[in-house]
């Protein structure tokens, strides 16, 4: 089962969003946004992707989006970035 949040988060890069995409539990696809930068990771390109299961990264009901507003933040970010090499 796949689900999907949107949570504040913070990194070097300062404050910004986080949308997961969270398949059996644990994180499968993952979009960063601080300002213009833009990051993003999936199962073949983990080191952007949080390596915690869904009930230690404490994202609630509360954070939860729908998929179509995942798939947009993740379109962008494929958009916006280069490809993995």
Not at 27 to 35: C, D, L, N, T
Not at 36 to 44: H, R
């Amino acid at each position: 089962m796949k689900r999907y949040f949107k949570r504040e988060a913070e990194s070097e890069l300062g404050a910004g969003t986080a949308y997961l995409e969270i398949t059996n539990g644990w994180p499968s696809r993952q979009v960063e946004v601080y300002g213009a930068t833009w990051q993003w990771g999936d199962e073949a390109h983990p080191e952007l992707l949080a390596d915690q299961p869904l009930d230690v990264l404490d994202l609630r009901e509360e954070h939860e989006i729908s998929v179509a507003e995942f798939e947009r933040a993740w379109s962008e970010a494929l958009e916006r970035c280069r490809p993995h090499s």
